[in-house]
């Protein structure tokens, strides 16, 4: 066991890098996938994962493989395209599937357009695909920035958020957000996707975000309960799907992410089986 699980992280600092970047991740995707798990919003996730290609892919192109500016072009871009559905949403004029697939669609294509004029390929693949295994100090810090602003707004207003995801609508007349607040959501969303499109890549983000978030939602009873769970749930199967990669030689995000969906369903099963059982009636 020490050779399997300990000697790799003591022997590869990228190793430890890469785990300690997945664990940051799942910390601020904690709560940002409870909100869009609880609000039936997942789809926004994988959408917004997509459409922040143009923005990352123009910033490469620009300023090349530096990373402050692919994350301001990613963040930037998925804080318009959040800020134009939350108003398309709220117009009503557009439904809010067919919105979402046209947000993904044309933001890809136009990133692929992008992609076509340049001349290597390799860094494009791995906006696309993810390279956790490479990660640095400067993307560490940025994403444990990002993730620690993340937790303390939600422990300061946990009261508003606990109403907001128990009971919208009594929320909404109660409390009507201000555009700020809206604002700022949005900016913070997209903050935490485009951190973890830097290090997981567009196709594997999504997969950390909402799957912890339905472990969390299956097994707490309370907002707290549900984060906390799916950060631990998520620390645990990043960990182990960069040793699986590392043992395999297969790549570090698809081992978290599939691992991820097996503990779910193995979760879902066992809880299936445990309340599907009839209680024992004795006899009178």
Excluded at 10 to 34: D, K, M, N, T, W
Excluded at 153 to 181: E, G, I, T
Excluded at 188 to 210: E, K, P
Excluded at 269 to 275: A, D, L, N
């Amino acid at each position: 066991m020490w050779s399997l699980v300990v000697e790799p992280f003591l022997e590869f600092e990228f190793l430890r890098r890469a785990a300690l970047e997945a664990v940051i991740l799942g910390f601020g995707f904690s709560v940002v996938g409870l909100v869009l798990v609880t609000r039936r919003l997942s789809l926004i996730g994988d959408t917004l994962s997509h459409a922040m290609l143009p923005g990352v892919v123009l910033a490469f192109t620009l300023f090349g493989p530096h990373l402050l500016a692919l994350f301001f072009g990613g963040w930037i871009t998925g804080f318009f395209l959040l800020v134009l559905a939350w108003v398309l949403f709220r117009s009503r004029r557009v439904e809010a599937d067919a919105a979402l697939a046209l947000f993904a669609v044309f933001s890809v294509s136009v990133g692929i357009l992008i992609a076509s004029r340049t001349r290597t390929t390799t860094e494009i693949l791995h906006l696309l695909f993810g390279n956790i295994l490479a990660v640095d100090r400067t993307l560490l810090v940025l994403s444990a920035l990002v993730g620690g602003v993340t937790w303390i707004l939600f422990l300061w207003h946990y009261r508003a958020v606990f109403v907001a995801l128990v009971d919208p609508a009594f929320f909404q007349q109660m409390k009507r957000p201000s555009y700020l607040f809206i604002l700022g959501l949005c900016a913070l969303f997209s903050a935490n996707l485009t951190v973890g499109f830097a290090s997981l890549g567009a196709m594997m983000t999504v997969g950390l975000l909402i799957v912890p978030a339905l472990v969390g939602r299956s097994l707490g009873k309370s907002p707290l309960q549900m984060a906390l769970i799916a950060f631990v749930f998520s620390s645990v199967v990043s960990v182990s799907g960069i040793l699986l990669s590392f043992h395999l030689s297969v790549p570090a995000g698809p081992s978290i992410v599939c691992l991820a969906c097996a503990g779910l369903a193995l979760i879902q099963i066992f809880r299936f089986r445990g309340f599907s059982r009839s209680p024992e009636v004795e006899p009178s």
